[in-house]
């Protein structure tokens, strides 16, 4: 097997997390040489972790791709606004890309980069991580087998938890329309992937409604001060308090405790939340430290994550403000999509800000069987029924703490195999632009009211009837 070597471009969350500890688990696979990160606590954290020399760090992508090529394949992980410039300049200095999602935030730019891909003959791959989750690898299956018949439904939804809409979407990165891009692009482009891979053709028509947030200045409680830390009288009841989320994880521990199998699972996180105050004034530094979590999304407000660190965020960032006073935060609350796919498959997914847990749902229906999916934080569960002998087969899948049920590992490991050119990308850049123009079209449809149809590759408003 070919020993790769790769770069990364972008040293925050997922840069440092998502895909390159692959290689620290299978270093026979490859490394990463290099990185490239702006801010310098992230850069060297990144390059501790990756053992990275000085001479390989640096601060732009522009002076990493300005030298000589120093690997097979580029990891771009910056923000969704500077996607294409890095992807543009790596394939055209000859890295393979793995890209994250979304490939960028117009139609323009995506066209872009599929001819640069196509032009170059270099992979373009973007991190459709949804799927590569066991439970929707044996759904594509399932109805490629002809288990279902004729596929004529597909229901499918997001049911995005209220802690993380508020973390992600009304106090993180993505609050604002304008500086990132719209919800359904930036969370459900996997979404849209999933339709038009799961459905097996490209889209007819799409129409959308959507609803407006609820978390905002009319709507904020009497007395509420700017930061939550700062003592709010609402605390006991507000569902959005920060402490309650950043210092004690209170929102993450209970999803967790819903989780049903392996047995006994969501009691032990129970317990955690339960007794997790207690540890935190143990005076052993051992079981104060087995009661702090420092991952996501506790990493994205601070890169200083001890208790200090995070009761600074809490005071300083916008991660400590009050849900409903953070500004300028504007995405939907909840938006619906329906789409007719060329083979007749009618389609209609939901995505909506306040579910009670984390995790997407599906359902889809053929002439010869039903197929249930139901994918949570821990848990993957697919239910596929017989019409004719009404049969039933369930198939839970095994239990994984790594994130999107491991689909960030199933995915570089299927990108470095096809960079090493053992197998075909699962999908490619044209692949990916189908399911943004999809969001792009969403987008507009409940912006206008208007219903959109794909023709040649381009989607339109359908014209009026006239009268």
Known sequence: MARLQGVVIGAGDRGLGAYAPYLRKHRDEGRITAVAEPLATRRQAFAKRYDIPADRQFESYEALLAGRRL??????ATGDALHVEPAVLAMQQGYHVLLEKPMALCEADCRRLVEVSEKTGRILQVCHVIRYAPLFVALERTIRSGELGDVVAIQHSENVSYWHYAHSYCR??????????????????HDMDLLYWLAGAEPDRLSSLARPTELCAENVPDGAPLHCIDGCAHAQSCPYDAVAMYREMLPMLRDLEKTARPMLLGELFRLVRRWRPLLEKMPFEALRKSAHWTGWPVSVISDDVSPAGIDRALRSTRYGRCVYRVGDNDQVSSQTVSVLFSNGVNASFSMHSTSHREGREIRVDGTRG?????????????DVSDHKTGAVRTVKYPLSFAPHGGGDFRLFAG?????RGEAEPVTSARESLQSHLMAFA?????????VMEFAGGIARPVPPLST
């Open 442 to 450: 969403a987008d507009r449809a409940q912006r206008e009211g208007v």
């Open 415 to 419: 990108f470095l195999a096809a960079v």
């Open 71 to 76: 690997g097979d394949f580029a990891l771009i």
């Open 172 to 189: 993180g990165n993505w609050r604002n329309v304008a500086e990132s891009s719209p919800m359904i692009l930036a969370k459900s482009c």
């Open 370 to 382: 039903s197929a249930v999916g139901r994918f949570y934080l821990l848990e993957q569960r697919l």
